[in-house]
């Protein structure tokens, strides 16, 4: 499917109506709508690489950090175990990860990069570079800026939001919704 899919066109035109019980929540339905379309982009430009979106997030940290523990990438990447497990399978039938035994502990699952997948970097970094041209080519410089610093407060905010609404000493886990909520 091509970048002017006939699906893609019929879904996504600008004009879409926000549902009346999401007026009190416009940034909120904004962030969906924005995130729903950044990651139907980037499996565009993924596709061809043998890859979906996530996956990819997966190999980066796998080509940063090297070899790592399965466990430790659903954390760095804030997925359940669940999830990962199919992605590093999915990732390991295409032959861009191969994973072992941890030597010390054979219950501890290791994943790390194939070659193919080291052929593939330069590839992915490409398709995240068309990604990130894309979504700012309206943008100059300070606005730009201003986006990416927007977007980094509001995931400290939310990061903070999660983590505190996580918290089992939060009375708020009581049944009782937050006023941020």
Request: avoid cysteine; proline fraction near 6%; hydrophobic fraction near 40%.
């Given at each position: 499917?091509?970048?002017?899919?006939?699906l893609a066109r019929g879904h996504l035109d600008e004009g879409v109506a926000i549902?009346?019980?999401?007026?009190?929540?416009?940034?909120?339905?904004?962030i969906f709508r924005v995130a729903r379309l950044h990651r139907l982009r980037a499996g565009q430009l993924l596709r061809d690489l043998g890859l979906h979106p996530s996956q990819e997030?997966?190999?980066?940290?796998?080509?940063?950090?090297g070899p790592q523990r399965q466990t430790d990438l659903a954390k760095l990447l804030g997925s359940d175990t669940a999830t990962m497990t199919r992605t590093i399978r999915?990732?390991?039938n295409a032959g861009f990860v191969r994973r072992r035994p941890f030597e010390s502990d054979r219950r501890v699952v290791i994943v790390e990069?194939?070659?193919a997948s080291l052929a593939?970097?330069?590839?992915?970094?490409?398709?995240?570079?068309?990604?990130?041209?894309?979504?700012?080519?309206d943008l100059d410089e300070?606005?730009?800026?201003?986006?990416?610093?927007?977007?980094?407060?509001?995931?400290?905010?939310?990061?903070e939001l999660?983590?505190?609404?996580?918290?089992?000493?939060?009375?708020?886990?009581?049944g009782q919704p937050s006023q941020e909520e």
């Amino acid at each position: 499917m091509g970048d002017d899919a006939p699906l893609a066109r019929g879904h996504l035109d600008e004009g879409v109506a926000i549902p009346q019980s999401a007026a009190t929540g416009l940034i909120s339905h904004a962030i969906f709508r924005v995130a729903r379309l950044h990651r139907l982009r980037a499996g565009q430009l993924l596709r061809d690489l043998g890859l979906h979106p996530s996956q990819e997030l997966v190999m980066m940290q796998l080509w940063d950090r090297g070899p790592q523990r399965q466990t430790d990438l659903a954390k760095l990447l804030g997925s359940d175990t669940a999830t990962m497990t199919r992605t590093i399978r999915r990732l390991e039938n295409a032959g861009f990860v191969r994973r072992r035994p941890f030597e010390s502990d054979r219950r501890v699952v290791i994943v790390e990069p194939t070659a193919a997948s080291l052929a593939l970097r330069p590839k992915v970094e490409s398709a995240w570079e068309r990604l990130e041209r894309g979504l700012t080519r309206d943008l100059d410089e300070r606005q730009r800026s201003a986006f990416l610093a927007l977007l980094t407060q509001t995931e400290a905010t939310l990061t903070e939001l999660v983590v505190t609404a996580d918290t089992p000493a939060n009375p708020q886990n009581a049944g009782q919704p937050s006023q941020e909520e």
